[in-house]
């Protein structure tokens, strides 16, 4: 049969068809068997995953299931997990044993979610192919219909992406500091949904770039998202800059409908340059969306152009200040020498790989003395200027439809060599983050190659819902039912 | 701007990573490109403008003034690259 969902196993094991265990047993059965092709784990652990089985099954026996009883995810492996190793994909956390667990995965724990182990990532979440991980690339478990070539899942959530894509997960948690959950999403046919800066806490969450970060669900459907966006959010007094605010019922907005709904089509998102098939994709959405009963705005963002180097500029200054924790002294890796100062140098060095050695410089450069006005500040200005092109355009609209990427998944040895190309992958996902709104990007169709390309949705702050209502009838106009090369069956 | 290497070297100072001259070098062509292509930015009109320093939900709270002890020391100290005892061992710095 075809792939099982969270919402369907959850039924099924509330009705008694099938045990936790038997659940458990089958991820981590399919978990070992693509892992060494795709590279979607760093760690595993199958004895943590059956004990966490065994506990939703006596409560299941007794009736009293918690919302995720049974249901197997895979956490990406920024999320400290008390006890399980948590490196971040780097060589400086890859011996690192959280003592603690974070917010967003005590909450799903707490909901009785099965963790069957950490996702792979890019280093410290900084980049957009999966590709600068210390323990090796993911593969995208699609391929093109005309080659083997092994393609990117695009990142940094390209772990949790591919593992629900392969079927070695039913969901996963992934994090988004410019479009690391969307555009891993897109590129593997998943959904991905980043909540507005503030739903769920980023307590426990290893920061790359502070003011950016939020932690969302990856799944198949939006039903699924939506299920563990529930247990995710939350207001947390550990997170200072988590909010104070009520969550929603997301499952009941998904079929609100968009009859009378305001939708906007930014037009800086439609540049000469974007491939015929991509916006193809996107007029499709536009037409669905105005089938269901949408009205079609056409709105302008204009700053929006300035979103990628503004990003760049704040994510890197931020990444340089958090990362500077990374000392070798209290945890992590520690290369010996004879001064304090060349012992951080030499641990440093060697923890951190290329990429994220050169945005630790970057940061340095653009906060350093004569510089940080120059380019922080100024940043941080233009940074407003866009927030303020989105308010100036969510007083007309409900939401925004944009694609997701600007390319379908590219094949690794593909990967550009110039950084600012690569940045480039994220400039349909960065202008929303800057202004710390909620935005979900899901499967609608396949290129030429028979790869997944994805559009996204961006709603108001704190307004999820709306984006969950409108992904629906996007979700059922597209019924988006193929499958990757890589994919292990769901359970019958 | 164009960043020679002893500028390369001096960032790699402050931020304490460890690099040589070589590598100075080539990561100063790349850290030029990318500061090349942020200078876009300069363009922009931002007089009067404040920055924005986050999405603005973050408030000021205070926890009570209570202990509490959510961390065991020895599950701290059990990541710590070298202890003797309960403490941090790191190497002598001081003549």
Sequence with gaps: MSRMTLTATRDALRAKKISALEVTDHFLAAAERLNPEINAYITLDPEGARAQAKASDARLAKGEALPLDGLPLAVKDLFCTKGVRTTAASAILKDFVPPYESTVTKNLLQDGAVFLGKANLDEFAMGSTNMTSHFGPVTNPWKRASSEQRLVPGGSSGGSAAAVAAGMALGATGTDTGGSIRQPAAFC?????????????????????????????????????????????GFDAHDSTSAQRDVPVYADAL???VKGLRVGIPKEYRPDT??????ALWDQGIAWLRDAGAHIVDVSLPHTQHGLPVYYIVALAEASSNLARYDGVRFGTRVAADTLDGLYEAS???GFG????RRILMGTHVLSSGYYDAYYLHAQKVRTLIQRDFDAVFANVDVLLTPTAPSAAFAQDEKPRDPVQVYLNDIFTVPASLAGLPALSLPTGLNKEGLPLGLQLIGRAFEEETMFAAGRVLEDAASFTHRPAHFAEGLS | MSLDTESVMRIAKLARIGLT?????EVGSELDHILGWVEQLKNVDVTNVPPMTGAGVATLRTRQDKVALENDGEDVLGNAPLRRGPFYAVPKVVE
């Design chain 1, 189 to 233: 046919g998943i959904t991905g949904v980043k909540p507005s800066y503030g739903r769920c806490s980023r307590f426990g969450t290893i920061a790359f770039a502070s003011s950016l970060d939020q932690a969302g669900p990856m799944a198949a459907n939006l039903a699924d998202c939506a299920l563990l966006l529930q247990s995710m959010a």
């Design chain 1, 255 to 257: 079929n609100r409908g």
């Design chain 1, 348 to 350: 440093r060095r060697a």
């Design chain 1, 274 to 279: 974007l491939p015929a098939e991509i916006q």
């Design chain 1, 354 to 357: 290329e990429e994220v050695r």
């Design chain 2, 21 to 25: 001259p070589q590598e100075c070098a």
